[in-house]
Each structure stands twice: as structure tokens, then as C-alpha cells.
């Protein structure tokens, strides 16, 4: 049973920063492409941020310049570095995970439960 757990959301001042972490457990071979979606009050989930496991990375257009994806392949975590947020960053922000069960095999994609960012005085 693999799992992803996030962590670190929660409520904080416009200009201020967060960092969200996103641990994948269970067993499997391997992760692949990890990332982070958010979904706003009656929006769609859309795409945050995105790497791969050798590092290449992918931003939205509205958060290139102040968030940062990183991660740690040996402990496969992902982390999610928010810096000058804005109130309309204010979402539930999701991990996910490209992971291969087994080798040889595919990647299936796995989600985590959420942890809520809001930005706000």
C-alpha cells in the first residue's frame, strides 16, 4: 500500500512563507515525477509544480520566481518551498507521485490527502 503524506500548510501573512513536505511510503521500486496541484474554492485542481527524479523541474506561470520544488530521492520526499505568497496562492495544495510497484513495470499515479494554505491579515 504506498501513501503520501503531506505536511507543513497552514495560515500565514501575504509576503510571508511556507514550506510544504510530501513523504511517499509503503513499498514499491521506485518514484518517478513528483509534484504538487492546488485546488482554490470553486476552481479547478491545476498544476504547481513538477520534478523529476533526476531533478528537472516545471512551474505554473503564477508561481515561477517564488516557489521551489526540490526533493530527496533516498528518502523520497518532495518538498514544496513557498516564499512571497499571495492571498490568491490560498488553496488546498495536493502531493503526488508517479510510482513503478515493481521492476519492470509502469508508474501509476498516487495522490496525497491535502493540507490547506491559506493567505490572508
Known amino acids: 500500500q504506498v501513501q503520501l503524506v503531506e505536511s507543513g500548510g497552514g495560515l500565514v501573512q501575504p509576503g510571508g512563507s511556507l514550506r510544504l513536505s510530501c513523504a511517499a511510503s509503503?513499498?514499491?521500486?521506485?518514484?518517478?515525477?513528483m509534484g504538487w496541484y492546488r485546488q482554490a474554492p470553486g476552481k479547478e485542481r491545476e498544476l504547481v509544480a513538477r520534478?523529476?527524479?533526476?531533478?528537472?523541474?516545471n512551474y505554473a506561470d503564477s508561481v515561477k520566481g517564488r516557489f521551489t520544488i526540490s526533493r530527496d530521492n533516498a528518502k523520497n520526499l518532495v518538498y514544496l518551498q513557498m516564499n512571497s505568497l499571495k492571498p490568491e496562492d490560498t488553496a488546498i495544495y495536493y502531493c503526488?507521485?508517479?510510482?513503478?510497484?515493481?521492476?519492470?513495470?509502469?508508474?501509476?499515479?498516487?495522490w496525497g490527502q491535502g493540507t490547506q494554505v491559506t493567505v490572508s491579515s
Open positions: 520534478i523529476t527524479s533526476g531533478g528537472t523541474t
Open positions: 509503503g513499498s514499491f521500486f521506485r518514484t518517478n515525477t
Open positions: 503526488y507521485g508517479a510510482i513503478q510497484i515493481r521492476n519492470p513495470g509502469f508508474s501509476n499515479n498516487y
